[in-house]
């Protein structure tokens, strides 16, 4: 199997407040995890790719200070959305490469509300 | 810029058909391909891979792939209601450290009683 969990699953949080959100591989290492972002009705859009034990690479146009990225071990990345805003409501959603068929394997990802 | 190329569709089919849905990709050197099923608010799940040309099939699915024309499709056979979702494909070019699975922006299904 290629089992992928995320934690929480919903959060609403005020302006100005950070949130952390835990991606985790139950039945591989994840040398690599990547995250996205997905807005209503839109396409995924890779934010970073997160390899174990070093920094984050982040895409085009992501603030890296505003979402920090720490994959410290081979089975566990998060995504810490710093002083999130209204605009940064979305649904963020991780994935991990190995697994049974070298792909990524998704999270179940995690709805985000900012008042 | 590796590219893959999707129909964004809606592609609308009546229950009971085949849905037909087609990918192309830029890279020629592209050696995995995968398609992602995802439903409305649900993050994506992987519904089949395939390395080699021909046909790959699974219960009411096949994967097609044609590399000399740089094109991978899925067939559902018997289409169902349930079947009605976005479908995505993705292809890995590079390797090692160089790894990259790219997405097409997908194709939305619908299946229609």
């Known amino acids: 199997g290629a089992v992928v969990s995320q934690h929480p699953s919903r959060v609403i949080c005020k302006s100005g407040t950070s949130v952390k959100i835990e991606c985790r591989s139950l039945d591989f290492q994840a040398t690599t995890m990547f995250w996205y972002r997905q807005f209503p009705k839109q396409s995924l859009m890779l934010m970073a790719t997160?390899?174990?034990?070093?920094?984050?690479?982040?895409e085009q146009g992501v603030e890296k200070d505003k979402f920090l990225i720490n994959h410290a071990s081979l089975t566990l990345s998060t995504l810490t959305v710093t002083s999130a805003h209204p605009e940064d409501s979305s649904f963020y959603i991780c994935?991990?490469?190995?697994?049974?068929?070298?792909?990524?394997?998704f999270g179940p990802g995690t709805r985000l509300t900012v008042l | 810029q590796k590219e893959v190329e999707q129909n964004s569709g809606p592609l609308s089919v009546p229950e009971g058909a085949i849905a037909s849905l087609n990918c192309t990709y830029s890279d020629r050197g592209s050696q995995s391909f995968f398609w992602y099923r995802q439903y409305s608010g649900k993050s994506p799940e992987l519904i089949m891979f395939?390395?080699?040309?021909g046909d790959k099939e699974d219960g009411r699915f096949t994967a097609q792939l044609n590399k000399a024309s740089q094109y991978v499709s899925l067939l559902i056979r018997d289409s169902q209601p349930s079947d009605s979702a976005t479908y995505l494909c993705?292809?890995?070019?590079?390797?090692?450290?160089?790894?990259?699975?790219?997405f097409g922006k997908g194709t939305l299904l619908t299946v229609n009683p």
């Open positions: 993705a292809v890995i070019h590079g390797g090692g450290s160089n790894y990259k699975l790219t």
């Open positions: 997160s390899n174990e034990g070093s920094k984050a690479t982040y």
């Open positions: 395939i390395y080699s040309n």
């Open positions: 994935s991990a490469f190995g697994g049974a068929v070298d792909t990524q394997y």
